[in-house]
């Protein structure tokens, strides 16, 4: 929905923006009242380069800088994005469910409704409190967010509830390659309308080390061992393939809105070319990347639909085919 600015808006942004960087947090400028980065032509503000011109620029311009800040954010009101991955943050994003949203078999139990008490189930599951004491900030729709700092010399990456690799129902985790929205910013889009706010202003705590490990042993997409309508296992691979089919499902899997469909395009014809070498089973290439895929499924503008993802896949592992990679027994890269 756009809406006129109001007096004093781009000077409040600005100030959330600033305020994260003297946190040693990295920001960029995202659509005002909206989720997605800004684009240079929206942004208008080339002299302070934190706008995007292209897929996943925005974790390379994101910046602390105080005076690149004031001058992007002096050309309009832009909600305000914190890239985790360089403020070395992870994020756990507690969400709450859409209207008529059930929990799956797995997580329908009593008391279980909302991505907070999939946390505190998981939490007692391995004997450890409810991680409270730190950084917290309520999301648009009731949400909430947990930063923590990231556990050092460990690249974790993102996760999603929906996925088989995530933490739980409603509960997704953005790290390296990941974003969220910043306290301070509001956001007015058709699934939900409001402020993100600081409601635990404590400094982010370590990541506990029970939901470490959980983030750091997910395992490969269920997929590739059990579905019934791949070829062969990953497991009778070459290492080099398993490694190229996690590689291309994790770029999938943890693309961000506006980059989503960018991203399993350039996965499918990376796949693509190892089909055309004959080193991979094009179905088993393309039900790794549905899989992937799938964790971007959901009804709004944002989101990817299966029909949509079935098509990308199709068209870029067919191109990608054209083009097979030169590969030398014995030295696969």
Request: hydrophobic share 40%; with cysteine; aromatic share 6%.
């Amino acid at each position: 929905m756009t809406t006129k600015a109001v007096p004093g808006e781009a000077e409040g942004m600005a100030a959330a923006a600033l305020a994260c960087a003297s946190r040693g947090w990295h920001v960029f400028p995202l659509r005002r009242r909206d989720k997605q980065p800004a684009l240079h032509s929206e942004a208008r503000c080339p002299r302070a380069g934190l706008c995007v011109g292209g897929h996943r620029k925005w974790e390379d311009r994101a910046t602390l800088d105080a005076d690149r800040i004031r001058r992007c954010w002096k050309a309009g009101p832009f909600n305000v994005g914190i890239a985790c991955g360089p403020s070395g943050l992870l994020v756990v994003d507690l969400d709450m469910p859409k209207p008529g949203e059930t929990p799956p078999p797995q997580w329908a139990m009593p008391g279980v409704n909302e991505g907070a008490d999939v946390l505190a189930v998981l939490a007692d599951r391995h004997g450890a409190p409810f991680p409270l004491d730190t950084f917290t900030v309520t999301t648009r729709r009731g949400g909430t967010h947990l930063y923590f700092t990231a556990p050092p010399g460990t690249e974790l990456r993102n996760t999603s509830g929906r996925h088989t690799t995530g933490l739980g129902w409603l509960i997704d985790t953005r790290a390296c390659g990941g974003y969220v929205v910043a306290p301070g910013s509001y956001v007015d889009l058709p699934d939900g309308t409001g402020p993100y706010q600081v409601t635990n202003d404590a400094p982010p705590a370590e990541l506990p080390q029970w939901l470490a490990r959980l983030l750091t042993s997910a395992p490969l997409p269920a997929p590739l061992l059990s579905a019934s309508s791949v070829a062969g296992t990953v497991a009778d691979l070459p290492a080099y393939v398993q490694a190229a089919l996690k590689g291309e499902a994790a770029r999938v899997a943890d693309a961000v809105t506006g980059g989503r469909n960018h991203a399993l395009n350039k996965a499918a014809y990376n796949l693509g070319r190892l089909t055309g070498a004959g080193a991979l089973d094009p179905e088993t290439a393309a039900t790794v990347l549905f899989e992937a895929a799938a964790v971007h499924f959901g009804p709004t503008r944002a989101d990817v639909t299966p029909t949509e993802a079935r098509a990308t896949i199709r068209s870029a592992l067919a191109a990608g085919a054209r083009n097979p990679r030169t590969i030398t027994r014995g030295n696969p890269a």
